[in-house]
RNA sequence: GCUGGGGUGGUGGAGUGGUCAAACACACGAGUCUGUAAAACUCGCGGCGCAAGCCUACCCAGGUUCGAACCCUGGCCCCAGCA
């Protein structure tokens, strides 16, 4: 297990957990923002950046992370994701082969996205750990379709691997320079292929492995399972990555297990959505990631709290509840302002570097973002 | 006081003889959201019931009609214009 995620900025303790920056920026919030909520790093997205940004604009910069005027670390996805939201739709196979994805752009325009343009375009991101390009296995998926995605997802790893260690080589990354590589196992809920696939992603080698795929089971219950499967079929002394996970109680389960990075949009989007994240505990100091039900939802816009003159959480000291009231807040979303959804931004951000925090085992540095 | 328009659910506002427990919107309530097509979406919203369904409703009181929120008579109230 590692001990720590080193950055261009130093090392962080982990576990840690990443919001997703896609397009170069956690939508209402900016970079200063974030880093004012003790998060340590964000995860951007090579499929929204590459139709976003052209080439010229990486290298004058020399990097995403200038660009978004962002001191932490950073985690770029491969758009291996977007095999699946955008690509796979409705059922269909999308424009999959071996050779890579086609996205159907608006009008008669395509991207296409293969491993090696995937891992080209991250390495002008300049990121902290890049992700291989992944086939992603559909959920309800016939097993000759989650073979077939593993497969290929083996397969995209190998040259994915093959074009990173091209590319360290010809700009001088040397060990200890280049950034991460992370592979993602597939295979649906067959532990099975979820083994299979973990393995032989372990003979490829990389820096870590990350839970790819759907994991959340029909009766919506998470698969920890598969979870279990990734973790003791990997190298011990990798990175365990959930990509896209998770609720709390979810990546709290999954720490356990040996998991140590996290990206997921949950706190971003649900602070959009009116759902704040609230620590059931006085202070602080007193929560327990422990206990069940060691957090409840705050709805702000609900009319009971129109003239609340209490703070959102006591157990927290995000911008939004050292300095205001409910009332406010029920206000700004009423009046449907933009600052609510910053402030709420902020505060399920920094609900999730808290829970983080109680996660480390004590005495681990702070993050020093 | 005269003239004209109008009184429908928490609100605004459709409906103008049967298919109305009442479009649509807002408000309110309950949910969903997991490598961001998402400041989005779903559901409920007279009462009772798990439900099929039953009951009470369109200012009030009468009337016409097989049948009225819709037509007629009277009353009360509101709004606009003129005095």
Redesign the pocket.
């Given at each position: 297990m590692k001990q720590y995620f080193k950055y261009q900025g130093g090392k962080l303790p982990l576990p840690v957990f990443f919001?997703?920056?896609?397009?170069a920026v956690?939508?209402?919030v900016d970079s200063q923002d974030i880093k004012a909520t003790g998060t340590p790093g964000v995860?951007?997205?090579t499929?929204?950046l590459y139709l976003d940004l052209g080439r010229k604009i990486l290298e004058r910069f020399g990097g995403i992370r200038e660009f978004m005027g962002w001191k932490g670390a950073v985690i770029s996805?491969?758009?291996?994701?977007?095999?699946?939201?955008?690509a796979k739709?409705?059922g269909k196979r999308g424009g999959v082969t071996d050779k890579g994805v086609k996205f159907k752009l608006s009008g008669k325009k395509t991207l296409e996205l293969t491993p090696e343009t995937s891992i080209e375009f991250q390495m002008a991101l300049k990121p902290d750990m890049a992700?291989?390009?992944?086939?992603?296995?559909l959920p309800n998926s016939t097993r000759s379709q989650a073979e077939e995605s593993v497969e290929r997802t083996i397969l995209w790893a190998e040259r994915s691997k093959k074009k990173f260690e091209e590319i360290c080589d010809q700009q001088g990354l040397t060990e200890g320079k280049r950034p991460y590589l992370?592979a993602?196992v597939?295979g649906g809920e067959n532990l099975k292929l979820r083994r299979l696939c973990a393995e032989r992603l372990a003979e490829i080698g990389f820096d870590g492995y990350?839970y790819?795929?759907?994991?959340?089971l029909d009766n919506?219950?998470?698969n920890y399972d598969v979870a279990r499967t990734i973790a003791r079929f990997t190298p011990k002394e990798s990175f365990l990555y959930?990509?896209?996970?998770?609720?709390p109680e979810?990546v709290v389960n999954l720490v356990d297990m040996g998991f140590q990075i996290f990206?997921?949009?949950?706190?971003?989007?649900?602070a959009?959505?009116?759902?704040l994240y609230v620590f059931d505990s006085a202070s602080i100091n007193q929560i327990d990631v422990r206990a069940d039900n060691f957090y409840e939802?705050f709805?702000p816009?609900?009319?009971?709290h129109?003239v609340d003159d209490s703070p959102i959480s006591l157990a927290c000291d995000c911008l939004l509840c050292k300095n205001y009231s409910r009332a406010y807040l029920n206000h700004l979303f009423?009046i449907?302002e933009?600052t609510a959804?910053r402030l709420a931004?902020i505060h399920n951000l920094r609900f999730y570097s808290i829970l983080m925090e109680k996660l480390r085992p004590t005495g681990s540095d702070p993050v020093g973002v």
């Open positions: 919001p997703d920056a896609t397009r956690v939508r209402t995860l951007v997205n499929y929204h996805d491969s758009g291996g994701f977007q095999v699946m939201s955008l739709r409705a992700v291989v390009l992944d086939d992603f296995t992370l993602v597939q990350g790819g795929g759907w994991p959340i919506g219950e998470f959930g990509l896209g996970i998770g609720k979810e990206d997921c949009v949950l706190p971003t989007r649900d959009r959505h009116k759902r939802f709805s816009q609900k009319q009971i129109y009423r449907e933009l959804l931004t």
